[in-house]
Nanobody
Framework: QVQLVESGGGLVQAGGSLRLSCAAS?????????MGWFRQAPGKEREFVAA????????YYADSVKGRFTISRDNAENTVRLQMNSLKPEDTAVYYC????????????????WGQGTQVTVSS
C-alpha cells in the first residue's frame, strides 16, 4: 500500500478557493499509478470527486465539481493536488486522497489506499 497524507483544508467563504495537497510515500510513486480525491459530508456516503492518471495526461471529475475543481500531480514531488475554486457550502466535507485503483473507477471499494482526510468548510 501507499501512505497518503492530505493537507490544505480549512474554512473559506462561499466563492473562495482552497488548494488541497496529498503527499504519497511507501513505494515508488512516480508514474506508477492513478490518484484521486473523494469527500464525505456528515451523514452522507463518501463520494468521488476527481482522479488523475499516472502520467497526469488524463483526468475525470464528478459532475458536481466540473469547471470548478482541477486535479494535478507532480511525480517529482510525489504529490497530487486539488485546486478548488468557486466553492459552495455544499462542498463542505472531509476530503480524502486515494490511490491504488483502476483508472476510471469512482466507487470507494475500488480504491486500495486512503489518507486520513482533511476538513474543508465553506461558509455561506
Amino acid at each position: 500500500q501507499v501512505q497518503l497524507v492530505e493537507s490544505g483544508g480549512g474554512l473559506v467563504q462561499a466563492g473562495g478557493s482552497l488548494r488541497l495537497s496529498c503527499a504519497a510515500s511507501g513505494r515508488t510513486v512516480s508514474g506508477s499509478y492513478a490518484m484521486g480525491w473523494f469527500r464525505q459530508a456528515p451523514g452522507k456516503e463518501r463520494e468521488f470527486v476527481a482522479a488523475i492518471s499516472w502520467s497526469g495526461s488524463s483526468t475525470y471529475y464528478a459532475d458536481s465539481v466540473k469547471g470548478r475543481f482541477t486535479i494535478s500531480r507532480d511525480n517529482a514531488e510525489n504529490t497530487v493536488r486539488l485546486q478548488m475554486n468557486s466553492l459552495k457550502p455544499e462542498d463542505t466535507a472531509v476530503y480524502y486522497c486515494a490511490a491504488d485503483f483502476p483508472f476510471g473507477a469512482t466507487t470507494p471499494d475500488d480504491f486500495g489506499s486512503w489518507g486520513q482526510g482533511t476538513q474543508v468548510t465553506v461558509s455561506s
